[in-house]
């Protein structure tokens, strides 16, 4: 019987044998029936539940009419009427509900399903994410391959099953939501232009790939020579960096737009429905960075199966080597973008707060909430040269914006001081906003800057002990960072200018080496 891929577990039902049937009596225990037909068992299951039913009520019955000093046993305990009612509370029903599950095929008139199978296969589209899984070796009925190659086709199937999801689920987003929302004025056309951005044209992009793949299976329904197909395809990846460029601001505008009423509704609606599979706009939007990113995964295991002697042992480092440059220049260019788009989102009450080290920053190292030592929630982002602290607001037009808070910090000046947890805090107010009156803190540190009159030391508190090890590394990694490229200035700067007093120096070393050469030759 095949079943459903859902969170919960299913009831299996099987038939038994018509020759044997099992009953249990009253104590318990199995006992042999000789062979009849199934509608007789059922009738005395019936009688033999009837006869408890019939029992329990003469009990209670007896204990009606005994007087009323008598110790009564509490109603949560007593074998009322409800409690035989109840199928899982009656030990006796429970049992003749598992011998009828043993014994009694399902295929007969008596009784129908429980309707609990009918939730669950209600539920089962709802899981997000899920999708029939076939592997390759399920589409072949037989083959003589090694447990190498068989490996090798099911990550090629893979690859190709996977590039025919992308395109079906870029295909719903167009049809699904922007065509609706476009029709129905749920959105003007430049809003939606800016949201969903190039996805448009990615679709007959991965179509090209999922037809050449599809070509190079043979009537075996393998494929042999995968490398120069997808070494030939991929410079067509170049494409996505504009469309993840984008996606920044897509992201915020997105944001922006859920919070009126026709713009939620909608995306409410899509996505209680089961063509999404539980998954918002955003996810659909961001399917295509995601499989970016696999593609390398995807080359480094058919790489791992192909055998030395094979034809893709000469192409597939080159394609792997390919896709690898690409995806990191995707993110280069996606960070540049994100650093660019939250530079233009800061408010500055000061303008000392404007340093230069904000403006020069080219990506971002990471950016989140954080807690002060007064317990305010701060956005904090670490710039490339500069750590700066802001509070979120909104402008006229609702848009996200931050005002820079107290002075930005330049990243060759911080000083990094990480708090354990546990430890005794430094002062009253940093005791009370983080514990909350307690003497101990967790997942606390401190920055700091050194040489700046203005500047101020900050103690910050993360959510978790995780996104606090991922602060102190970003932060570690931005000071030696800053200090290397400082340093590597200044030596650039000396051997392009040198001191005008050197070229004495070189001369006259020169000349004196000269002179010496000449006198010895004499």
């Given amino acids: 019987m095949e079943t459903e891929e859902t969170g919960e577990t299913r009831t299996s039902w099987s038939a038994a044998p018509r020759d044997m049937h099992i009953l249990c009596d009253h104590a318990g225990k199995k006992r042999k029936q000789d062979p009849g037909p199934d509608p007789v068992i059922r009738i005395i299951e019936d009688e033999e539940e009837e006869d408890d039913d019939d029992e329990m009520m003469s009990e209670q019955m007896k204990d009606s009419e005994e007087p009323s000093n008598k110790r009564v046993k509490p109603v949560t305990k007593s074998n009322s009427l409800t409690g035989v009612i109840t199928p899982v509370k009656t030990p006796a029903l429970k049992r003749i509900g598992q011998s009828i599950s043993r014994s009694i095929s399902f295929r007969t008139e008596a009784r129908p399903l429980p309707p609990a199978p009918l939730r669950t296969r209600q539920k089962a589209s709802s899981f997000p994410r899920r999708r029939n899984s076939q592997c390759w070796s399920d589409t072949v009925e037989s083959h003589d391959l090694t447990a190498k190659e068989i490996k090798r086709q099911e990550v090629i199937y893979e690859l190709t099953q996977g590039e025919r999801q992308?395109?079906?689920?870029?295909s719903l987003v167009k049809k699904v939501y922007y065509e609706p929302m476009l029709k129905l004025a749920i959105m003007t056309e430049s809003e939606l232009g800016q949201i969903f951005g190039t996805l448009d044209s990615l679709i007959p992009l991965h179509e090209d790939l999922l037809s050449r793949l599809e070509r190079l299976r043979g009537s075996e329904k393998t494929v042999g020579e995968v490398g120069p197909t997808l070494l030939?395809?991929?410079?067509?990846?170049?494409?996505?960096?504009?469309?993840?460029?984008?996606?920044?601001g897509a992201k915020a505008l997105l944001d922006q737009k859920k919070h009126e009423k026709r713009v939620e509704h909608f995306l409410r609606l899509c996505q209680e429905s089961s063509f999404s599979r539980k998954l918002d706009l955003w996810n659909f939007l961001d399917l295509p960075r995601s499989r970016l990113v696999k593609y390398p995964l995807l080359l480094k295991e058919i790489q791992k199966c192909t055998p030395p002697e094979h034809p893709d042992e000469d192409t597939l480092p080159d394609a792997l080597e390919m896709i690898q440059r690409i995806v990191a220049e995707v993110n280069r260019k996606t960070g540049e973008a994100e650093c660019q788009f939250y530079r233009r989102g800061l408010s500055y009450l000061e303008e000392s707060q404007r340093l230069p080290e904000i403006q020069l920053s080219r990506f971002l190292y990471c950016h989140g909430e954080l807690k002060n030592n007064k317990g305010q929630r701060?956005?904090?982002?670490?710039?490339e040269q500069a750590l700066v602290l802001t509070r979120?607001?909104?402008?006229?037009?609702?848009?996200?914006?931050?005002q820079v808070y107290r002075q930005p910090l330049p990243n060759i000046f911080l000083n990094l001081e990480e708090i354990p947890d546990g430890e005794a805090a430094g002062g009253g107010t940093f005791r009370g906003a983080f514990t909350g009156g307690n003497d101990k803190v967790r997942n606390c540190f401190r920055v700091s800057s050194r040489g700046r009159s203005k500047a101020h030391s900050h103690c910050l508190q993360a959510n978790d002990s995780f996104s606090k090890q991922q602060w102190i590394t970003c932060?570690?990694?931005?000071?030696?960072?800053?200090?290397?490229?400082c340093a590597q200035t200044s030596q650039s700067q000396l051997s392009s200018h040198p001191d005008p007093a050197l070229y004495h120096i070189a001369e006259l070393s020169l000349s004196s080496d000269t002179e010496m050469t000449d006198h010895t030759s004499r």
């Fill in 166 to 170: 992308l395109i079906d689920d870029l």
């Fill in 392 to 402: 979120p607001g909104e402008d006229k037009e609702g848009g996200q914006v931050f």
């Fill in 232 to 248: 030939s395809w991929f410079p067509c990846l170049e494409a996505y960096i504009t469309y993840c460029c984008n996606q920044v």
């Fill in 378 to 383: 701060l956005h904090v982002f670490l710039f």
């Fill in 475 to 485: 932060l570690r990694q931005a000071i030696v960072q800053s200090r290397d490229r």
